[in-house]
């Protein structure tokens, strides 16, 4: 079975599972008695925070909506504090995907549906297993804590919500790339335990205060905001410190008339033959960063090698070929990085194990690393060099089906073949263009 055909099986199965826990216990809902207006305002503060999402790295964001669903689940009782989570987690997808559509006017595939089922699920059952554990130990904001064992029972809840939602994300994106899920929920970026745990805090706040002012859920926003706007400002930091990187790079092709533009080049190849290989958004957003990177190391590969007129020595030649564990190593201090390290790494090793820096078999590496290196090939051979001219789009195709299955992963060659034709390159470029911006 294929990667994502798993991934999807599991989102279903936990969408699933979610809805059918629903509709068993709907009768606990108590909705007769419900305080409607404290679930109109936390409504209405999480919609709020929703709408407004940080995206902290390549396939993460945060959203101060964490803080509404934690006081949720603080004031109200087990189920209602699950449904209106799952409700509310649902709806965000759900608009996000008309949104798409209205501007695209494309039919919603299948994977709208799944996620729906997917994103509303798992943050019920996240909710729920929280929820599940305050009341068990008797703690919730009505009832105010004891002592430092009912504190200990809140930052577990609060953990059990968080380490849920991230596992069960972890799993799903493992399995859509054939990667360990563990390996992906341990690797959560450290700062990201940081911004959960303070609007976590901000949540039980505003929810041990709301039981004496039961309109204070909307005043939440305040403090939310203010984590928010802090949030907001080292996002744009990090955000400055990768455009200054992409710019680095494009410094290194700049100093080669023959190369200028090849990252660039590079990055819209990797996304068509990443769409047409089947990733995912935030895969094909790793990749095309890796691409436009890619090259960072040849900054410190001498002029009198990088600009050579004719073929190098094989002295000289081993020089270039440090350039990838040179990138590498400039990469690795920011974190933002941290997902496209190995593919800037790898992108000149070979499907049969003859490449560069380190021989490493192709076979072996992930499917989303052997992508760069045919769309790197394919750039390099369609344009000139100093001591070579370029080949015809027709001849470099020719080149990549010969190399299939010893220089290329055979499966990234038939992808690069299939969507990148002799026809329509320059159209593939802007529809990947098109795309990105959208």
């Known amino acids: 079975m294929a990667p994502r055909r798993r991934s999807e099986l ?8 979610a809805l059918a826990t629903l509709v068993a216990t709907v009768g606990r809902l108590n909705l007769a008695t419900a305080d409607w207006w404290l ?37 109200l009782p087990v189920w209602q ?36 089922l997917f994103n509303g699920g798992q943050a019920y059952l996240a909710g729920l297993l929280g929820a599940l554990l305050l009341a068990s130990e008797g703690v919730s904001a009505r009832t105010g804590l004891a002592g430092p064992l009912d504190a200990l029972v809140l930052v577990a809840a609060a953990a059990v919500m968080f380490g849920t939602n991230i596992l069960l994300v972890s799993v799903a994106a493992g399995l859509a790339t054939s990667r360990n899920p563990l390996h992906l929920f341990l690797s959560t970026q450290r700062l990201v335990y940081v911004q959960f745990a303070s609007l976590y805090l ?48 494009d410094e290194v092709d700049r ?92 992108h000149h090793e070979r499907y049969d194990g003859r490449g560069y820096p380190n021989a ?24 000139a060099r100093a001591y070579r001219g370029a ?5 470099a195709m020719d080149e990549l089906r010969r190399g299939a299955g010893t220089q290329w992963n055979p499966y990234v060659v038939e992808a690069a073949v299939g969507v990148l034709s002799p026809e329509r390159p320059a159209a593939v470029a802007q529809s990947a263009t098109a795309s990105a911006i959208a």
């Open 360 to 383: 490493s078999v192709g076979r072996r590496l992930m499917m989303i690393a052997q992508v760069i290196p045919v769309a790197d090939s394919l750039d390099a051979m369609t344009t």
């Open 10 to 17: 599991f989102r279903l199965g936990i969408g699933v599972v």
């Open 39 to 75: 679930i109109v305002s936390l409504a209405a503060a999480g919609i709020l925070a929703l709408e407004f999402p940080l995206h902290i790295s390549l396939s993460v964001k945060v959203s101060v909506a964490s803080a509404v669903f934690f006081a949720a689940v603080l004031l």
């Open 391 to 395: 080949r015809s789009w027709e001849s």
């Open 202 to 249: 901000v949540g039980a706040v505003a929810a041990f205060a709301s039981v004496q002012l039961t309109w204070l859920p909307l005043l939440a926003i305040v403090p939310a905001a203010l984590v928010y706007h802090s949030l907001r400002q080292r996002v744009e930091m990090r955000r400055d410190a990768m455009r200054a990187m992409e710019r680095m790079a």
């Open 255 to 346: 100093r080669d008339p023959y190369t200028f533009n090849h990252s660039q080049r590079v990055a819209i190849y990797t996304h068509a033959i990443g769409r047409k290989l089947g990733f995912s958004a935030s895969e094909i957003e790793v990749l095309e960063l890796a691409a436009k990177v890619h090259d960072i190391g040849k900054i410190r590969i001498p002029d009198s090698i990088l600009l050579k007129p004719s073929g190098l020595t094989p002295g000289e030649r081993r020089v270039m070929e440090t350039h990838p564990r040179l990138g590498y190593e400039i990469l690795r201090p920011f974190s933002e990085y941290a997902k496209i390290l190995d593919l800037v790494l790898t």
């Open 81 to 116: 504090a699950a449904a209106l989570v799952g409700a509310l987690q649902a709806a965000d997808i759900c608009v996000a995907a008309f949104r798409k559509i209205r501007r695209t006017h494309e039919r919603p595939p299948r994977a709208v549906a799944i996620n729906v």
